[in-house]
């Protein structure tokens, strides 16, 4: 089945720091691959996406790239402000499969001034 | 546009006592869909809909109960709560676009606590 994996956290920066989320996923077929984040109190929304290997998904300043030879989906970010700090959550959709995303267990992170 | 709309924000529950979590969105996705998060867990698929009239179980589905009268409406019971059920409630829809790549859209949850 597929199932998507996730480095734990608490991931703690200081501002202006560089961020690395690992993410690596088993799936059949080609699955589309997302970010999402949650903010304290909140639901979550769209990061980025990709559909397709090499595809780089970006937005705010956050970037990840579908690496099929490794299952990969790293996020990435050159310099965290405060205001990232959120739980984000890795997540694919099979290529004709249901729409319903399956999601890693979350990266917690915080960001100090 | 509304988007998904969750009600109630919280709750809280006697043990054994039923209620319904109502969800509905107004983006005319055909793909709805329930899960419950708890610490260290991530998101945990409950139920889900492909369509009206069409629902199925996810990873967790036992104590709830789903129906899909209409596009807009996937309500979730809980029957007989239990404290296991404590946890924080998203409903969840998206679009089907071809093969697959369609973000899901949340509700802002529901907190229920079962004393």
């Known amino acids: 089945g597929n199932s998507v994996t996730q480095m734990e956290g608490p991931v703690t920066l200081s501002e202006e720091a560089f961020l690395t989320i690992n993410c690596t996923y088993t799936?059949?077929?080609?699955?589309?691959l997302f970010w999402y984040v949650q903010y304290p109190g909140e639901g979550l929304q769209l990061l980025l996406k990709?559909?397709?290997?090499?595809d780089k998904g970006s937005n705010k300043g956050f970037e990840a790239t579908y690496r099929k030879e490794t299952t990969s989906f790293h996020l990435e970010k050159g310099s965290v402000q405060v205001s990232d700090s959120a739980v984000y959550f890795c997540?694919?959709?099979?290529?004709?499969?249901?729409?319903?995303?399956?999601f890693g267990r979350g990266t917690s992170l915080i960001v100090h001034p | 546009n509304a988007g998904v709309t969750q009600t109630p924000k919280f709750q809280v529950l006697k043990t054994g006592q039923s209620m319904t979590l109502q969800c509905a969105q107004d983006?005319?996705?055909?793909?709805m869909s329930w899960y419950r998060q708890d610490p260290g867990m991530g998101l945990r698929l409950i139920h889900y809909?492909?369509?009206?009239?069409?629902?199925d179980q996810g990873e967790v589905p036992n104590g709830y109960n789903v129906s899909r009268s209409t596009t807009e409406d996937f309500p979730l019971r809980l029957l007989s709560a239990a404290p296991s059920q404590t946890s924080v409630y998203f409903c969840?829809?998206?679009?089907?676009?071809?093969?697959?790549?369609?973000?899901?859209?949340f509700g802002q949850g529901t907190r229920l606590t079962v004393v």
């Open positions: 990709a559909t397709k290997a090499d």
């Open positions: 997540a694919l959709d099979a290529s004709g499969g249901s729409y319903i995303p399956t």
């Open positions: 809909s492909v369509g009206a009239g069409i629902t």
């Open positions: 799936a059949t077929g080609y699955p589309s």
């Open positions: 969840a829809s998206s679009y089907g676009e071809g093969a697959g790549g369609t973000e899901a859209f």
């Open positions: 983006m005319n996705h055909e793909y």
